[in-house]
């Protein structure tokens, strides 16, 4: 088996557009692995899947997936700007902080980058989505639980939407984790699809 940390070394950047027309309204996921369709065919990924059924429910936003395994909220800290500058996303998901916690990074810095990150995309009047992360219980309950609750006190936010834990209802079930115990394989995409997907459409509307 792989360690922990060989796996978020793999540098596989996912910076695309996953569909839509050119003038649509942009939905921005800014993550690492867990969206970059680590382990299987970018189709598959749920980014893809999401641009699939925003086309299939008539909704006319497009993803752009900036998502590279291994990131940590410091290097989408440094992507961010020229993103918003750039797309002028009307939607942006942040999907980011497992990799800061898997290397033990400060839990002040950690949450530092998402609440600049968060004011960046308030201030272009983008609607946020906070996607948490939790931790393997290996390192330590204190940690852990510092950890989750650092992205519970971030969305208390108002203008922040919270998705607890991205990986709900996949990451306790073996057949639908890769054998590191850390990404979920294809066959989870549709699962955490649906779990982005209920925070998401409110603000479609």
Same mark, same amino acid.
């Given at each position: 088996m ?7 070394i793999?540098?596989?950047?996912v ?7 050119d003038?649509d309204r942009v939905?921005l996921?800014?993550?690492?692995s867990l ?10 990924s ?7 059924r925003l086309?299939e429910?008539?909704y006319?936003y497009r993803?752009?997936?900036s ?5 940590? #909220?410091g290097?989408?800290l440094?992507?961010?700007?020229r993103l918003?500058?750039e797309l ?5 998901i942040?999907?980011?902080g ?5 290397r ?8 530092n980058?998402l609440q600049t990150m968060i004011?960046q995309?308030?201030?272009i009047g983008?609607g ?5 992360i ?7 309950k204190?940690?852990?639980?510092k950890f989750?609750?650092m992205?519970?006190?971030?969305a208390?936010?108002p203008e ?5 834990f991205?990986?709900?209802?996949v990451a306790?079930d073996?057949?639908?984790m ?7 394989t294809?066959q989870?995409?549709?699962?955490v699809?649906q #779990?982005v997907w ?8």
């Amino acid at each position: 088996m792989r360690s922990i940390f060989s796996v978020f070394i793999v540098v596989a950047l996912v910076y695309t557009r996953v569909g839509g027309a050119d003038d649509d309204r942009v939905i921005l996921i800014l993550g690492d692995s867990l969206s970059a369709a680590y382990g299987m065919e970018l189709g598959e990924s749920w980014p893809s899947l999401l641009q699939r059924r925003l086309t299939e429910h008539g909704y006319a936003y497009r993803v752009f997936n900036s998502s590279i395994a291994g990131d940590t #909220t410091g290097g989408g800290l440094t992507r961010l700007p020229r993103l918003l500058s750039e797309l002028r996303p009307a939607v942006v998901i942040i999907e980011l902080g497992g990799n800061d916690g898997l290397r033990g990074l400060p839990l002040e810095v950690t949450r530092n980058n998402l609440q600049t990150m968060i004011g960046q995309s308030r201030s272009i009047g983008a609607g946020i989505i906070l996607a948490g992360i939790r931790l393997p219980p290996n390192y330590g309950k204190t940690y852990t639980e510092k950890f989750t609750e650092m992205y519970a006190a971030l969305a208390r936010d108002p203008e922040v939407d919270f998705i607890p834990f991205l990986l709900e209802g996949v990451a306790l079930d073996p057949a639908l984790m890769l054998d590191d115990g850390i990404h979920p394989t294809a066959q989870a995409q549709p699962l955490v699809l649906q #779990t982005v997907w209920q925070i998401l459409e409110p603000l479609l509307h």
